[in-house]
């Protein structure tokens, strides 16, 4: 059970965040987002308003892929490194808080505040969607699970970065390369290795592959509420690729875990050597 301290440590930390105006900008700008590709979408071909519940859930996938993990790295670069270079961490670890306890509590506070900013955001365009349009609201909802999903894990990874990175220019930078590679870079090597054989890749090492990148663990569980939506979007030709979804949702959680322990571990060797900057 989380101790009083940690949560203590958490509400400082969500308050911080709540205060972020960077935060509450990228909120609007998701609901924003969505409510113009769900209405303005399909107006280059003379159509207006929602059509299509599952080429619409696709879309909105992919602005959530593009928006979440910007928002998660760009909250979470300068976590723990932004208290020790102003001496708080110094003072807060004088009393007795573990470092178990602060770092959970620091972890548990900014996923609060991230939440707050993912939910808002898909929440205020939901509700629209609900009142003014037929849109399927159950496939709208595990979107808004998975993206929140997806917001952990970045900011589990931002953790890690900002932990080796030691101070927050380097972390910015190493979170911005993060972000190009997961949502742009490796989809362009996927494809480059699926052109160099032909369209004959193993399915267990496209598999493999494919896991390697929680963006496309996130895509492939969205597609599975798709549907029949996903042929005209050419996905059915992965078909073969694509794992169960019991596996990618075991991944994506083992994404969100693996970088906090691994961040917890080094947070720990290093406040103990005190080398943390």
């Not at 940690?6 to 509450?24: D, P, Q, S, T, V």
């Not at 909105?60 to 928006?67: D, I, P, S």
Request: hydrophobic share 60%; proline share 3%; net charge positive.
């Amino acid at each position: 059970m989380p101790s009083s301290a940690c949560f203590a440590i958490a509400r400082k930390e969500l308050a911080g965040g709540l205060r972020n105006r960077w935060i509450w900008i990228v909120s609007m700008l998701l609901a924003t987002s969505v409510l113009v590709i769900a209405f303005f979408g399909t107006a280059t071909v003379g159509v207006h308003g929602v059509h299509g519940s599952g080429a619409l859930i696709a879309s909105l996938m992919n602005l959530a892929v593009y928006l979440v993990p910007l928002l998660a790295l760009v909250m979470g670069c300068g976590a723990i490194i932004d208290e020790k270079q102003r001496g708080m961490l110094d003072l807060i670890l004088v009393y007795p808080v573990s470092t178990g306890e602060y770092f959970s509590g620091t972890f548990l506070g900014f996923a609060l505040a991230l939440t707050i900013a993912i939910v808002s955001g898909f929440g205020i365009s939901g509700l629209v969607l609900g009142l003014w349009s037929g849109m399927e609201l159950g496939a709208y909802v595990a979107l808004t699970f998975l993206a929140l999903i997806l917001g952990i894990v970045f900011l589990g990874l931002s953790f890690l970065l900002s932990l080796l990175s030691r101070e927050r220019t380097r972390a910015v930078v190493a979170s911005l390369f993060v972000w190009i590679c997961s949502v742009f870079v490796f989809d362009l090597v996927l494809v480059g290795l699926l052109v160099v054989f032909g369209g004959e890749l193993p399915s267990s090492v496209f598999r493999t592959i494919l896991l390697l990148n929680p963006t496309d663990v996130f895509r492939i569980l969205c597609f599975k509420w798709i549907g029949s939506s996903a042929s005209p979007l050419g996905l059915s030709a992965l078909t073969p690729f694509v794992p169960s979804t019991l596996l990618l949702a075991g991944v994506l959680v083992a994404w969100a875990v693996l970088p906090l322990c691994i961040s917890y571990a080094v947070f720990q060797r290093r406040v103990a050597n005190d080398t943390l900057i």
